[in-house]
């Protein structure tokens, strides 16, 4: 009966060495507690350096989008480490380390890579490549796999459609909707081109500007 | 009282197992991501767990020989349970994640199921303490050992996703997540199929001796394993080994059980064809031993390459955790069901048809999702471009929703089989009452 009992209080105490060993000793590690990084800059000259710096925390802005990230369950199917095999250094870039998510709460690894990792592509695409990513992901990539975003986009509850402007051009319809995007009183004018399905897609450089439909 | 106590945990939970919405594939509605973690807290704490611990409600007072303490407490807290798991699956879909795999639940839910936890801890180990028979049978030592180490780990569970940060946040949520599969999965897995095992076949456990050297082993090495999740991350190497360690070391616990339950079946497969729950629990035990084989060998650092972010750990994880613990879970409800109804099993030809199309489908997704997670995994190192690599997939991942539809369907005919059970009045019953209060076999057992 004793033996028994040691051997019961045993199973238990193991949790706690495992959880010592394997969750707080390597805490101890100074490698886990820094935010070091290894930065990549272009010199004056156009020659690239590798320098020793310190990450930052996020901006409110890039914490909504990790929240957002979260929220989502992007981390299902999006990994966010780079391992030092299997050549992903040439696929995804430079490994990760441990003081790129000295901010991260809680981390977001990623178990499964049903996409790309996402690690290293912060500056691969530019915001009018996301829009439309997020908006139908076989439109840029016809074999993703990706659910389309389309709830994260803000829709107009009416369709907006095609007038004739004073001077024989057409334009869009003044709505509150595309008078916040566009100043159809400015004199730079941008050329937008809807698609079959008539949906229109407006780039960053179209704010503030008078729009102009071809068809 | 017991079986008061029974019936709403396993009536809500059979529900609970039609929430495989991730076998439908592109649902466009709802997107993978917020429904993915509806799934696996679906089949962890909806399927698997309340038809766990009903049975456990089932089984402990018979081991034990005492009644449960406080048993007006079981079917509220069944209830507690169930609409809790209802409500945090419902959230989910809303954006209610934290961010810890299989730990998505917001608070709202995971502190009432931590309460019920420890409740249904101190129930069991009062009824074990009072117990009349000194031995301790080896379900019971792996059922204190599910209900001590759970209680502890759900409160890693509330805790982690707020305040830790980092590679140490990985490095606990590589705990969390494989104490959830291996110190409650595992051992509850354990309790159930020790306990219905042999008195479904009636014989005697193979060997007590290798039971307790798989208890030992278990709690050895099991606790040390989480870390294996995240390889060749930035989590430090030393840490990363005992993972790998333990992780290879846990094929003895694995076969010293499956040697135990294969031994219990010595010269009774007579009887298998015919003996429902114990088809269950073997097919099981089959797949366990596929399961973990590959679980054992994919935390190895070359073996990992390849298959790490592939569908050969989600083959890995179907495997044992539907192909096992909910088979298993489900062998158990058909041996309990009929037996708390007091009559015989509905249909055993229903029965059989649920297990076969389960077998078919869950050996079809696991055959499937290795296959298919290898040869991305190799693609991936021979440099494929990233999109062939998902295009070869398709095949592999049309056949796992064909298998998951079998898996469905003969999980759906064992609900309507056990419904037919408990509400048919059967003419048989009223002619002969003497089954009434006599143990009545179930799944066809002496046919």
């Given at each position: 009966m004793s033996a028994r009992f040691v051997t019961l209080v045993a199973g238990v105490l193991f949790f706690f060495l495992a959880l010592g060993t394997q969750g707080f000793l390597p805490f101890f590690e100074p490698s886990a507690r820094t935010n070091k990084v290894t930065a990549v800059v272009r010199t004056d000259l156009g020659q690239l350096k590798w320098m020793l710096t310190r990450a930052t925390n996020y901006t409110p802005l890039e914490q909504r989008g990790r929240d957002v990230y979260l929220r989502e369950g992007c981390w299902y199917c999006h990994s966010q480490f780079v391992r030092p095999v299997t050549g992903e250094t040439r696929r995804w870039g430079p490994v990760t380390e441990s003081g790129e998510f000295a901010?991260?709460?809680?981390?977001?690894?990623?178990?499964?890579?049903?996409?790309?990792?996402?690690?290293?592509?912060?500056?691969?695409?530019g915001d009018e490549w996301h829009y439309a990513h997020f908006w139908n992901p076989r439109m840029l990539s016809p074999d993703s796999v990706m659910a389309p975003y389309r709830g994260l986009f803000e829709r107009p509850s009416q369709t907006v459609s095609i007038v004739d402007d004073a001077s024989g051009n057409r334009t869009l319809e003044k709505t509150p909707v595309t008078e916040k995007l566009f100043d159809?009183?400015?004199k730079e004018q941008i050329s937008l081109t809807p698609n079959a399905d008539g949906l229109l897609f407006v780039p960053m450089?179209?704010?503030g500007k008078t729009p102009i439909i071809l068809t | 009282m017991f079986w008061l106590l029974v019936a709403p945990s396993i009536g809500v939970a059979l529900s609970g197992?039609?929430?495989?919405?991730?076998?439908?594939?592109?649902?466009?509605?709802?997107t993978f991501g917020r429904l993915r973690p509806v799934h696996v807290n679906g089949v962890i704490f909806g399927a698997f767990s309340a038809l766990f611990i009903g049975e456990c409600y089932y089984l402990v007072p018979r081991l034990c020989g005492v009644r449960v303490p406080w048993p007006q407490w079981g079917v509220p807290l069944a209830w507690v349970w169930n609409l809790v798991t209802a409500a945090a699956l419902i959230s989910l879909p809303f954006g209610?994640?934290?961010?810890?795999?299989?730990?998505?639940?917001p608070l709202f839910a995971k502190i009432p199921l931590f309460i019920a936890v420890a409740v249904i801890t101190v129930q069991f180990l009062i009824t074990i303490g009072r117990r009349l028979e000194p031995p301790l049978y080896v379900a019971l030592w792996y059922l204190i050992g599910a209900f001590v180490w759970t209680t502890m780990n759900l409160v890693l569970g509330i805790l982690l996703p707020y305040m830790i940060s980092g590679i140490n946040s990985a490095a606990f949520h590589g705990l969390y997540i494989h104490y959830i599969v291996g110190l409650w999965l595992t051992p509850a897995g354990y309790v159930l199929i020790y306990y219905f095992l042999p008195i479904s076949v009636r014989n005697?456990?193979?060997?007590h001796k290798l039971s307790l050297v798989g208890f030992l082993s278990l709690a050895l090495?099991?606790?040390?394993?989480?870390i294996h999740h995240y390889l060749?991350?930035?989590?430090a190497d030393w840490a990363e080994t005992i993972a790998i360690v333990t992780s290879m070391l846990l094929i003895i616990p694995v076969w010293t059980v499956l040697v135990n339950f294969f031994g219990t079946m010595m010269g009774r497969w007579s009887t298998f064809g015919t003996n429902l729950p114990a088809k269950f629990l073997i097919m099981g035990s089959i797949m366990y031993l596929f399961g973990c084989f590959q679980g054992s060998t994919e935390a190895l650092r070359s073996i990992q390459q390849?298959?790490?972010?592939?569908?050969f750990v989600i083959s890995h994880s179907h495997l044992t955790v539907f192909g096992t613990f909910v088979v298993w879970a489900m062998g158990g409800l058909i041996y309990v069901w009929p037996r708390v109804c007091g009559r015989?099993?509905?249909?055993f030809k229903l029965g059989n048809w649920s297990f076969w199309l389960i077998t078919a489908g869950i050996s079809t997704m696991g055959l499937g999702l290795t296959a298919g997670g290898l040869q991305q995994g190799f693609q991936w190192m021979a440099g494929t471009e990233w999109l062939d690599s998902i295009l070869s997939m398709r095949p592999y991942w049309f056949l796992r929703t064909m298998a998951g539809i079998s898996m469905d369907i003969g999980m759906t005919l064992l609900v309507i089989n056990l419904m037919m059970t408990a509400l048919s009045r059967p003419v048989r019953a009223v002619e002969r009452p003497?089954?009434?209060p006599a143990p009545v076999p179930a799944g066809g057992a002496t046919r």
């Open positions: 901010f991260d709460i809680p981390h977001l690894f990623g178990t499964r890579r049903i996409g790309p990792d996402l690690m290293r592509v912060g500056l691969k695409y159809f009183s400015s450089a179209a704010h | 197992l039609f929430n495989f919405p991730d076998y439908l594939g592109d649902s466009l509605g709802l209610d994640n934290n961010g810890l795999e299989a730990g998505e639940f005697p456990i193979y060997a090495f099991y606790p040390f394993v989480g060749y991350s930035p989590i390849p298959t790490h972010f592939t569908d015989e099993l509905w249909s003497e089954f009434g």
